[in-house]
């Protein structure tokens, strides 16, 4: 059975209330105001991390989103976002929280970075506990996907990201 097939069959579901919860927890509850992301160079984001490249609906700072509207548009971003992860994804043994932990890093970086990830990589050569560790950590023991470019150019380390590298770990681990 095919990953896409899993969630059709129910298996899998997309938008899962502990998701939800997952990324209200890093992305923030009740940002109804679109805000100027400093971690993301200033990208106008609402909701739970909704972003002009994730939403149909144009986001623009300052203006207002209301509960009802953010959640529609989390529903569709994230729904459409974790059917693009399946595509990516070949191993039929991943569980609910591996996929809800990988749809987070897909939401937080891109699902076209977390699907070329070395994480996805194991997790689909059936090296599953290695690549749930390796959305924290690379092989030499040095975070990964906790840093930011300043305009500089230079790369700098966010503890806030790491701790939710860490935590989709530890979800990808249960």
């Known amino acids: 059975?095919?990953?896409?097939?899993?969630?059709?069959?129910?298996?899998?579901?997309?938008?899962?209330?502990?998701?939800?919860?997952?990324?209200?927890?890093?992305?923030?509850n009740g940002q109804n105001v679109v805000y100027a992301d400093n971690l993301a160079r200033?990208?106008?984001?609402?909701?739970?991390?909704?972003?002009k490249h994730t939403s149909s609906v144009p986001v623009v700072v300052g203006d207002y989103w209301s509960d009802a509207r953010c959640a529609e548009v989390e529903s569709l971003v994230i729904?459409?976002?974790?059917?693009?992860?399946?595509?990516?994804?070949?191993?039929?043994?991943?569980?609910?929280?591996?996929f809800d932990a990988l749809s987070s890093h897909g939401h937080n970086l891109g699902v076209p970075s977390t699907c070329a990830s070395r994480a996805v990589g194991l997790i689909n050569a059936g090296r599953i506990a290695e690549g749930c560790k390796a959305l924290a950590w690379a092989q030499d023991?040095?975070?990964?996907?906790?840093?930011?470019?300043?305009?500089?150019?230079?790369?700098?380390f966010v503890q806030g990201l790491h701790n939710r590298r860490l935590a989709e770990m530890e979800l990808c681990l249960k």
């Open 42 to 51: 200033g990208l106008p984001t609402v909701c739970k991390g909704i972003t």
């Open 1 to 28: 059975m095919s990953l896409r097939n899993k969630i059709t069959a129910g298996v899998l579901v997309l938008c899962s209330g502990a998701l939800t919860a997952f990324l209200g927890t890093w992305e923030g």
């Open 79 to 98: 729904s459409k976002g974790q059917l693009a992860l399946a595509d990516c994804l070949t191993n039929q043994a991943i569980g609910q929280n591996t």
């Open 141 to 156: 023991g040095k975070p990964v996907w906790a840093y930011v470019t300043l305009p500089n150019g230079r790369k700098q």
